[in-house]
């Protein structure tokens, strides 16, 4: 049950799904529908005047548009929050662009729990959204990209020390956070880094990652 005193959301969808979600608000406390539209650009002129809004999105991936629609209503209102009702698992991938506070299935039994922890400055992953990724077919899609983070066998003058330092560097870590991850003396990091930095024959660490990208890229 919504227990903010006063969540103001605004649908983005056919008619059917503004009805149907207009039906599902009104049996929250303190949870008001105060807007619904098909066009983003109506949707942007009545938002105007809405504070901080939660913005139920029906994601349409045969739209190339889609992802541009939320990135247009985040510059013309930055306090929204998005709440991304998806048609099937497998749109969770075009989707992810919008980086959304929320992903859902629709139609689901959860949109309740979903705004409730939006409006508290949370992020929701629907059930059966993380059920397909832990579990699913989509499982398989994260442990391919898991294993892009691997450093490429081209960087294998390395020491395996090293390429741990150079994984926390790639990360956007300072030395010392390195230094606190892996337990080691902040002196024993920079002499690691400086390492890393004469087998990759650079200078600087940006270009440490810059070099290891087109590694990846390559391999």
Not at 65 to 84: C, M, Q, S, T
Not at 138 to 162: F, Y
Request: include cysteine.
């Amino acid at each position: 049950m919504i227990t903010a005193t006063s969540t103001n959301v605004y649908c983005i969808a056919n008619t059917h799904t503004s009805q149907e979600i207009d039906r599902l608000l009104k049996e929250l406390s303190g949870c008001v529908l105060v807007g619904a539209s098909s066009d983003v650009q109506t949707a942007a002129k009545e938002l105007a005047s809405v504070n901080q809004p939660i913005i139920l999105l029906q994601f349409d991936p045969t739209r190339r548009d889609a992802n541009a629609i939320v990135k247009e209503l985040r510059e013309k209102l930055p306090e929204a929050k998005f709440i991304i009702l998806l048609g099937e698992e497998t749109h969770f991938w075009s989707s992810l662009t919008v980086k959304a506070e929320a992903y859902l299935i629709w139609p689901t039994s959860w949109l309740a729990n979903a705004i409730d922890v939006v409006s508290k400055g949370g992020v929701w992953l629907g059930p059966y959204i993380t059920q397909y990724l832990l579990q699913g077919d989509g499982h398989k899609l994260l442990h391919a990209v898991s294993s892009t983070l691997e450093l490429p066998k081209s960087l294998e003058i390395l020491s395996n020390r090293e390429r741990e330092v150079l994984k926390l560097l790639v990360d956007g870590m300072t030395n010392k956070e390195i230094a606190e991850a892996l337990n080691l003396r902040l002196g024993t990091v920079k002499v690691h880094v400086n390492h890393i930095l004469s087998k990759l024959q650079v200078e600087h660490r940006s270009q440490a990652i810059a070099k290891l990208t087109k590694l990846r890229l390559v391999n």
